[in-house]
């Protein structure tokens, strides 16, 4: 009989933590929570919590909820030991200091999970015949939480006075993922289904009206043309991150195990 898949959660916050209750739960056959690792305390933790150096000596995947710089931090290191990486911060995979040498680290393996966008697996499928010819990302949020602490004020007074949609942003993947790595970490996840970021083109909107985080990809290749939309629920924690995350990142998981679901 298969030994479950010994799993370390990096982070316990939004996301993290409900990864970490899930898993300890028995939300994914195949797999158990094996340790917490966090920087900060955690309060009646699911599972020990453990530095990072003491978790790898027991671990078959981590799952990183922490954040772009904790991926730069510690992915030579778990994947070094040969664990492997389950990245959710996936905008971390386009940054230049990494994306680059990604094929090269081991021998643990790094996979990504599709957090809260579909259709990556016929996206990567279309691109295997040929390239696309464009590809269109277009997300909309409440104005509220698009906001940054780097914007000048004209352009904050211009998002939340905006009494219409307002575009924030329009550029390429690298450049969407270093801006808003909180709330566009998804693009990357398309970037890299679509064989690299030149393809993609980024467009980031605010919305008065809106009541969910909306995610429109349209692809034009030479197989056909694509439309995919996505409406979800904001996280009640962080309204910056959809509720649908942590069980995206979940069942990337399952499909990690020794017994995959049949429906990937």
């Given at each position: 009989m298969n030994q479950p898949m010994r799993?370390?959660?990096?982070?316990?916050?939004?996301?993290?933590?409900v990864v970490a209750a899930e898993l300890a739960a028995g939300a994914v056959p195949g797999a158990a929570l094996g340790a917490v690792v966090s920087r900060s305390p955690v309060a009646d933790p699911p599972a020990p919590q453990l530095d990072l150096t003491a978790a790898l000596g027991d671990a078959d995947l981590v799952v990183e909820c922490a954040g772009q710089p904790v991926?730069?931090?510690?992915?030579?290191?778990v994947v070094g030991s040969?664990?492997?990486l389950l990245v959710t911060s996936v905008g971390a995979c386009l940054d230049p200091r990494l994306a680059?040498?990604?094929?090269?680290?081991g021998p643990g393996r790094v996979h990504a999970t599709h957090g809260a966008v579909g259709g990556l697996d016929l996206l990567a499928s279309a691109r295997r015949a040929a390239p696309f010819e464009r590809v269109l990302m277009h997300t909309?949020?409440?104005?509220?939480?698009?906001?940054?602490?780097?914007?000048?004020?004209?352009?904050?007074?211009?998002?939340?006075?905006a009494q219409r949609p307002v575009q924030v942003f329009a550029g390429t993947p690298v450049e969407a993922v270093r801006l808003f790595?909180?709330?566009?970490?998804?693009?990357?996840?398309v970037a890299l289904a679509i064989g690299g970021p030149q393809q993609l083109t980024v467009e980031l909107c605010a919305d008065p009206d809106a009541t969910s985080s909306t995610h429109r990809i349209e692809a034009v290749g030479p197989l056909g043309e694509y439309t995919f939309e996505m409406r979800h629920r904001p996280s009640a924690r962080n309204p910056r991150s959809s509720a649908i995350t942590p069980y995206s990142v979940l069942h990337?998981?399952?499909a990690l195990t020794a017994s995959p679901p049949p429906v990937l």
């Open positions: 799993v370390v959660v990096l982070g316990h916050g939004v996301i993290g933590s991926v730069h931090q510690v992915i030579d290191q040969g664990v492997d680059g040498r990604l094929a090269a680290l909309t949020k409440r104005p509220a939480t698009l906001v940054r602490d780097w914007m000048p004020a004209d352009q904050v007074r211009a998002i939340t006075g790595p909180d709330s566009l970490n998804i693009v990357a996840g990337t998981v399952a």
